[in-house]
Nanobody, 128 residues
Framework: QVQLVESGGGLVQAGGSLRLACAASGRTFSNYAMGWFRQAPGKEREFLAALSRTGANTYYADSVKGRFTISRDNAKNTVFLQMNSLKAEDTAVYYC?????????????????????WGQGTQVTVSS
């Protein structure tokens, strides 16, 4: 089992950048594919980005492709989401998620239902 704790959220002006981090407990972080989601008030949780357990593969939602970058540091049990060119519509609570998987190095889950573990979320507010 793994526990996930997000950090790095806050208030930023449109056009600015933020870097979110998600720290994972446990010794098997490299066996987890990781993802980032967000949820705005009144909306469903939205997939943003996924990263395979070794970092060999990534996948992005069209809404953030070219602006957001997911990465991981397995030595530090941490996954990151670098967010650039932020827009007011990026305002939401951001969640990291983990999927325990010891198979393919390239597996990048994109569905909410594929993930086993979730962080508590961190608020990102982009002012226009």
């Amino acid at each position: 089992q793994v526990q996930l704790v997000e950090s790095g959220g806050g208030l930023v002006q449109a056009g600015g950048s933020l870097r979110l981090a998600c720290a994972a407990s446990g010794r098997t972080f490299s066996n987890y594919a990781m993802g980032w989601f967000r949820q705005a008030p009144g909306k469903e949780r939205e997939f943003l980005a996924a990263l395979s357990r070794t970092g060999a593969n990534t996948y992005y939602a069209d809404s953030v492709k070219g602006r957001f970058t997911i990465s991981r540091d397995n030595a530090k049990n941490t996954v990151f989401l670098q967010m650039n060119s932020l827009k007011a519509e990026d305002t939401a609570v951001y969640y990291c998620a983990g999927k325990l998987y010891s198979g393919s190095y390239y597996y990048t889950p994109t569905s909410y239902y594929e993930y086993d573990y979730w962080g508590q979320g961190t608020q990102v507010t982009v002012s226009s």
